[in-house]
């Protein structure tokens, strides 16, 4: 059984930084690209930005070019999410993604999302 476990959601006001981290754990053999996605109220969940863990470089969408970093740990199992110059509009509930082989063979996780609010 994998699981993603995320953290370091919350509230911060606009021009601040928070990092989100996302560590999957349980029968993960290999991960393959790990990424963020996010959804507001009343919005479809878009994608925020995915790296290669192995190298092959990274995304991100026209909306946090320049603000948001995605870093990946050096086990290879864990993903960062370094977000600075928050806006109001980056409001939202951030959710882990990660594509992986584990013992059941490859398959798509979703971590349960975490909270960040940025205030105006």
């Known amino acids: 059984q994998v699981q993603l476990v995320e953290s370091g959601g919350g509230l911060v006001q606009a021009g601040g930084s928070l990092t989100l981290s996302c560590a999957a754990s349980g029968s993960v053999l290999r991960t393959v690209r790990m990424g963020w996605y996010r959804q507001a109220p009343g919005k479809q969940r878009e994608l925020v930005a995915s790296?290669?863990?192995?190298?092959?470089?990274?995304n991100y969408a026209d909306s946090v070019k320049g603000r948001f970093t995605i870093s990946s740990g050096n086990d290879k199992n864990t993903v960062y999410l370094q977000m600075d110059s928050l806006k109001p509009e980056d409001t939202a509930v951030y959710y882990c993604n990660a594509h992986l082989y584990s013992d059941l063979g490859p398959d798509e996780y979703w971590g349960q999302g975490t909270q960040v609010t940025v205030s105006s």
């Open positions: 790296l290669f863990t192995y190298g092959g470089g990274a």
